[in-house]
């Protein structure tokens, strides 16, 4: 039995895991944004001051509140409620990572004090760098920058000709 459910587990982790760095190359440039446009001074310097276990605490919110998200999207989904689901899990997902990204970002130093939280980050970095390593993470990248970058060609296009048509009215 042990055989068995081995190799259905690591795949299993490797499946929640890629969801997640799928997930993060989103929440990551979202959390940056916030960081650098939203001005919480007094909520920011006070989760700095916090020990390494009250920021361990803290850190931790998000990912218990918010995990459950995942289960509730299944459930919309295997009921016929695709849409629902899906909704749910992106807006959950994103959500969990944005806050889970500015919180580690605040409290990564006193985190790190932590040997268990610090053996940890060191194996999930590793995991990581193996995932980004892959043939198929390269892949999902390259198809990535190309759907973003016909994003941005489309936008300008569309950009471009609402222009033209508000200076061909003037």
Known sequence: MKRILKPITYVLAAIYFLVDAVFMAVAGPIARWIGRHLEFRRLRAWIRSLPPYPSLALFSVPVIMLEPVKPVAAYL??????????????????????????????????????????????????????????????????????????????????????????????
């Open 77 to 170: 989904t295997a009921t016929g409620q695709v849409l629902s689901g899906v909704v749910t899990f992106i807006v959950g997902e994103l959500l969990k990572l944005v806050l889970v990204e500015r919180l580690f970002h605040l409290t990564r130093d006193k985190l790190m004090r932590i040997p268990a939280f610090a053996w940890a980050y060191g194996k999930y970095a590793a995991a990581k760098a193996w995932l980004q390593a892959t043939e198929a993470w390269r892949a999902v990248r390259a198809v990535s920058r190309a759907v973003r970058d016909g994003v941005v060609r489309a936008r300008a296009r569309l950009v471009n000709g609402f222009n033209k048509l508000a200076t061909s009215r003037d």
